[in-house]
């Protein structure tokens, strides 16, 4: 699975909104938006912030099981 849908499936399941995750991982207000569509690709610093918050490893959030 592709970044950019296990981000969506993540923030979909904890109920929250691109733009509060972008907010809670000290993100530019429209970074998830840009993840999620596939416009942007994220830093390392990003991947760490939004793995750090969902509690799941970078691996995981690449797909890397």
């Given at each position: 699975?592709?970044?950019?849908h296990?981000?969506?499936?993540l923030?979909?399941?904890?109920?929250?909104s691109?733009r509060?995750?972008?907010?809670?991982?000290?993100?530019?207000?429209n970074?998830?938006?840009?993840?999620?569509?596939?416009e942007?690709?994220?830093?390392?610093?990003?991947?760490v912030?939004?793995?750090?918050?969902f509690?799941?490893?970078?691996?995981?959030l690449?797909?890397?099981?």
């Amino acid at each position: 699975m592709e970044f950019r849908h296990r981000l969506q499936q993540l923030r979909e399941r904890k109920g929250i909104s691109r733009r509060v995750l972008s907010e809670l991982c000290g993100l530019h207000s429209n970074a998830v938006s840009r993840y999620e569509s596939g416009e942007d690709e994220p830093t390392m610093h990003s991947l760490v912030a939004i793995a750090e918050f969902f509690e799941v490893s970078v691996d995981y959030l690449v797909g890397r099981e």
